[in-house]
């Protein structure tokens, strides 16, 4: 076997004083792209430490994954868009591809306009506003990870040519394979879909390992613990209970669509310190639904 084949399988590459992260994060994604070119799978994550001269990739406990921000984990009492938080959940999302990983990012559109509040109005229409909020807040995390110097692509199920790609897998799939974070806005595309239902729907297409749903509490209860302090929390959950039970932390259509493909669900509060590297890297935190 070629020394090249060698280094691919064991997965060690040089630390470099002068460029750091940069370089090291280049040389994991040329093995891994080499390795696939041989036919193999290739799901190359490493961890990083400036003490070691040579690092070892570390397989992770998940390779692609798709993140879920709900929009009003998004919001402080002052501002519909907070950027503080943003930078927060973009600079562990940022660790993330340094390490590796392959990140599809959907967020909900709570904070701005939810297709709910129009009861006045069409159902469908107060759906694409609903949409259009989506794409303001992909747009605010798109500029915030282009800002820390990682490449991020947004994706939309209904075509706006001028600012955002159409959802195109195969080119999504690209984007990830050269290390971009990829950005889906606009839902489904359809009216009376949520954005939990995009998020498992482009999870199947994208073939993640998981979903993580980022939420304003801490994992899933047997009812909403801020009004009861009596609320029971699940540290796991089979998708027939999830659905069964009645729970509301997920839209039940996407609970359905996941355990037909076999995607697990975690759970948890985007409050938590580093809560989304922890749990990529397979810490139990939260709630897993599989």
Same mark, same amino acid.
């Given at each position: 076997?070629?020394?090249?084949?060698?280094?691919?399988?064991?997965?060690?590459?040089?630390?470099?004083?002068?460029?750091?992260?940069?370089?090291?994060?280049?040389?994991?994604?040329?093995?891994?792209?080499?390795?696939?070119?041989?036919?193999?799978?290739?799901?190359?994550?490493?961890?990083?430490?400036?003490?070691?001269?040579? *690092?070892?990739?570390?397989?992770?406990?998940?390779?692609?994954?798709?993140?879920?921000?709900?929009?009003?984990?998004?919001?402080?009492?002052?501002?519909?868009?907070?950027?503080?938080?943003?930078?927060?959940?973009?600079?562990?999302?940022?660790?993330?591809?340094?390490?590796?990983?392959?990140?599809?990012?959907?967020?909900?559109?709570?904070?701005?306009?939810?297709?709910?509040?129009?009861?006045?109005?069409?159902?469908?229409?107060?759906?694409?506003?609903?949409?259009?909020?989506?794409?303001?807040?992909?747009?605010?995390?798109?500029?915030?990870?282009?800002? &820390?110097?990682?490449?991020?692509?947004?994706?939309?199920?209904?075509? &706006?040519?001028?600012?955002?790609?159409?959802?195109?897998?195969?080119?999504?799939?690209?984007?990830?394979?050269?290390?971009?974070?990829?950005?889906?806005?606009?839902?489904t595309g359809n009216p009376y879909f949520t954005t939990d239902m995009a998020a498992a729907l482009r999870a199947a297409e994208m073939e993640a390992d998981l979903i993580l749903l980022a939420k304003n509490v801490d994992g899933i209860y047997d009812k909403?613990?801020?009004?009861?302090?009596?609320?029971?929390?699940?540290?796991?959950?089979?998708?027939?209970?999830?659905?069964?039970?009645?729970? *509301?932390?997920?839209?039940?259509?996407?609970?359905?669509?996941?355990?037909?493909?076999?995607?697990?669900?975690?759970?948890?509060?985007?409050?938590?310190?580093?809560?989304?590297?922890?749990?990529?890297?397979?810490?139990?935190?939260?709630?897993?639904?599989?």
């Open positions: 076997m070629r020394s090249l084949d060698l280094l691919a399988l064991k997965g060690i590459v040089w630390y470099n004083k002068k460029s750091k992260n940069i370089e090291l994060q280049g040389c994991a994604l040329f093995i891994k792209e080499y390795v696939s070119s041989l036919g193999h799978s290739a799901g190359v994550s490493f961890l990083f430490s400036s003490k070691l001269r040579r *690092q070892e990739v570390i397989p992770m406990a998940y390779q692609r994954i798709v993140l879920k921000i709900s929009g009003e984990a998004l919001s402080s009492e002052k501002e519909n868009i907070d950027f503080t938080i943003i930078k927060k959940v973009a600079e562990q999302v940022v660790e993330l591809v340094h390490m590796g990983i392959e990140v599809c990012v959907i967020i909900g559109g709570g904070n701005i306009w939810r297709g709910r509040q129009g009861k006045q109005m069409n159902r469908v229409t107060a759906d694409h506003m609903g949409m259009l909020a989506t794409v303001i807040n992909s747009l605010a995390f798109q500029d915030t990870l282009e800002a &820390m110097g990682v490449p991020a692509r947004l994706q939309t199920a209904i075509e &706006m040519r001028q600012i955002a790609e159409p959802f195109i897998r195969r080119k999504a799939v690209r984007h990830l394979e050269k290390g971009r974070v990829v950005i889906f806005a606009c839902g909403d613990p801020k009004k009861y302090l009596d609320a029971k929390k699940y540290d796991e959950i089979s998708y027939i209970d999830f659905i069964s039970n009645g729970l *509301q932390a997920m839209d039940t259509t996407a609970v359905t669509l996941c355990m037909e493909n076999r995607i697990p669900i975690l759970a948890f509060g985007l409050n938590e310190e580093n809560g989304i590297v922890r749990a990529v890297q397979g810490e139990k935190i939260g709630t897993v639904i599989k």
